[in-house]
């Protein structure tokens, strides 16, 4: 069965404190990784898409990997802003839908 | 501004009664997606449209109906609200070949 698996739930960092958060999946064959933030009150705002391992992407303080298992989000240097749900979601060769992980509350304290 | 518009954002509601959650967008998405979201919960899909007159049912469709008559607008039919249809109800569109996902703020519904 596919799945996806985001770890940790939650995590409080002091500013400047770099770290990384995980995305886990299973997939018959993956056609796309994809991340997003989530403000409180607001719809996910698209940040990446990754399609194979090995493949690398950054936005500011953040970067994106993957691997034929995971993905990383590392978050250098991050700032209060920086505080959100970053959710993480797969598509399936075997079905275009996105099938997401229940996502990683970051905190981030002045 | 090209943007997705969901009506209304918080909405409170007795059972059984009927409702009606609106999303429009501007950018001439072909894709539109209806999701529900429970706190720190996975987004659940409950209908999509991959254009005008196209609507197919997700894994959670939650005896709740759509239409798809205008490109540009997707609204949510429940047709008698239960409390277990209490959730944050978001709408998403993206056009047909990208990948990126433009979401509403989202609706909150409550059933009393």
């Known amino acids: 069965e596919d799945q996806v698996t985001q770890s940790p739930e939650a995590l409080r960092l002091q500013e400047g404190e770099s770290s990384s958060l995980n995305c886990s999946y299973t997939v018959s064959g993956l056609r796309g990784l994809f991340w997003y933030r989530q403000d409180p009150g607001k719809g996910p705002e698209f940040l990446f898409t990754?399609?194979?391992?090995?493949e690398e992407k950054e936005k500011e303080r953040l970067k994106a990997t993957l691997t034929k298992k995971e993905s990383f989000l590392h978050i250098t240097a991050p700032k209060p802003e920086d505080s959100a749900t970053y959710l993480c979601?797969?598509?399936?060769?075997?079905?275009?839908?996105?099938?997401w992980g229940a996502g990683t509350k970051l905190i981030i304290k002045p | 501004e090209a943007d997705i518009y969901q009506t209304p954002r918080y909405l409170v509601i007795g059972t059984g009664k009927k409702i009606t959650l609106e999303c429009s967008q501007t950018?001439?998405?072909?894709?539109m997606y209806w999701y529900q979201q429970d706190p720190g919960m996975e987004l659940h899909l409950i209908h999509y449209s991959y254009g005008v007159n196209s609507t197919e049912k997700g894994d959670l469709s939650s005896e709740s109906t759509v239409s798809r008559i205008r490109t540009e607008h997707f609204p949510l039919t429940l047709e008698s609200a239960r409390p277990s249809h209490t959730s944050q109800y978001l709408c998403?569109?993206?056009?047909?070949?990208?990948?990126?996902?433009?979401f509403g703020s989202g609706t909150r519904l409550t059933v009393v």
């Open positions: 990754l399609y194979s391992a090995g």
């Open positions: 979601a797969v598509q399936a060769d075997s079905n275009y839908q996105l099938i």
């Open positions: 950018m001439g998405h072909d894709k």
């Open positions: 998403a569109s993206k056009p047909t070949g990208a990948y990126g996902y433009t």
